[in-house]
């Protein structure tokens, strides 16, 4: 992205410029409420922007629909899986096909579920259970799981593992270091500075809307880190 400005409800973010590399994982570390929602809404296709967005050397529009970027390998993880993500009321099979329902036959979904279900330890191993009636984790599981399917080029995880406990938070980030691994580019959006030091190649400090500081993994200043992010330039 060059210069890159967004907008989505009352988070902004302002000319922002980087990239991610395929077989990388780039953290995005922050104060909750610093233009991380803007970012990933402008990635998905549900902002508008302005500026350059680049994918696999092609422009990517405004006007470009969340479902051509799902066609074109772009993978969000939402930050609220209740409400962003998941179907509540539906079972695991059919929210497992979402998203994919336009590419998958009805007797494929089944085949889809216990993929997810199986990687991921969904529990009850049940295609049929209802997912509003899951724990928090295996919700994410879901998700996370759905995601990473068909071997997605760009995946943006934001806030992967809040809400989960230990053990399923990570399960959640060692499938990102395999869909890193496999050449994925992943974009970590977190506001936990350990889940980002402990998975990111690279980190990006974001603070009032602007990237405000880059770090390699063998350069990471926790110090520095957390004084940028509090505006502390």
């Known amino acids: 992205m060059r210069g890159l400005s967004a907008r989505s409800g009352t988070s902004t973010l302002t000319d922002a410029t980087f990239e991610v590399r395929g077989g990388e994982i780039v953290g995005v570390a922050g104060i909750e409420g610093n233009g991380q929602t803007a970012l990933s809404d402008a990635l998905a296709g549900i902002a508008a922007f ?22 074109r390998g772009i993978r969000v993880i939402p930050q609220d899986r209740r409400h962003e ?25 089944g085949d889809a579920a216990r993929e997810v279900i199986e990687r991921f330890d969904v529990r009850p191993p049940n295609p049929d259970a209802i997912v509003g009636e899951l724990s928090g984790g295996n919700q994410q599981k879901i998700v996370v799981g759905r995601t990473l399917a068909s071997s997605p080029k760009l995946i943006v995880a934001y806030q992967p593992t809040r ?71």
Not at 89 to 102: E, K, S, T
Not at 176 to 205: C, H, K, M, Q, Y
């Open 163 to 233: 809400g989960i406990d230990i053990g399923a938070a990570a399960l959640v980030q060692s499938r990102l270091i395999e869909a890193r691994n496999a050449g994925a580019g992943v974009l970590l959006i977190s506001f936990e500075l350990d889940e980002i030091f402990a998975t990111a190649d690279r980190v990006l400090v974001i603070a009032n809307g602007k990237f405000v500081g880059s770090f390699d993994r063998a350069g990471i200043d926790r110090g520095r880190i957390g004084a940028l992010m509090a505006g502390n330039a």
């Open 50 to 71: 302005t500026g350059e967005l680049i994918f696999a050397g092609t422009p990517l529009r405004a006007s470009d629909t969340p479902v051509s970027r799902l066609s």
């Open 85 to 109: 993500a998941l179907v509540l009321d539906w079972n695991v099979r059919d929210n497992v096909a979402l998203g994919r329902q336009r590419t998958l036959t009805l007797a494929k979904f």
